[in-house]
């Protein structure tokens, strides 16, 4: 099992940045891969990012590339989502997410889910 927290979302206006931090307990969080997905009001949950476990392979939606940049740090079993340039269409609630292979998440196949945290972009 993986239990997952995010933390660092909030509001912000048309083209500033915020950083989403998910923390993840456990032993074996260098063995998984890891993503964020993100569902706004009235839409279905999608994919913006994934990272494999060694950080060598990454995985970006279209809408949000150049713009969002996930990274991880194993040594805290955290894994980080910088978002620049945000757009009022970026709002949603941001979840974090952890899976065998970075490629699923990219399918959004995904073993472990985190709560989700808000993040609202006014215009």
């Known amino acids: 099992q993986v239990q997952l927290v995010e933390s660092g979302g909030g509001l912000v206006q048309a083209g500033g940045s915020l950083r989403l931090s998910c923390a993840a307990d456990?032993?074996?969080?260098?063995?998984?891969?890891m993503g964020w997905f993100r569902q706004a009001p009235g839409k279905e949950r999608e994919f913006v990012t994934a990272?494999?476990?060694?950080?060598?392979?990454?995985y970006y939606a279209d809408s949000v590339k150049g713009r969002f940049t996930i990274s991880r740090d194993n040594a805290k079993n955290t894994v980080y989502l910088q978002m620049n340039s945000l757009k009022p269409e970026d709002t949603a609630v941001y979840y974090c997410?952890?899976?065998?292979?970075?490629?699923?998440?990219?399918?959004?196949?995904?073993?472990?889910w985190g709560q989700g945290t808000q993040v609202t972009v006014s215009s």
């Open positions: 456990g032993r074996t969080f260098s063995n998984y891969a």
């Open positions: 997410a952890a899976d065998r292979a970075a490629s699923r998440l990219r399918l959004g196949i995904t073993d472990y």
């Open positions: 990272i494999s476990w060694s950080g060598g392979s990454l």
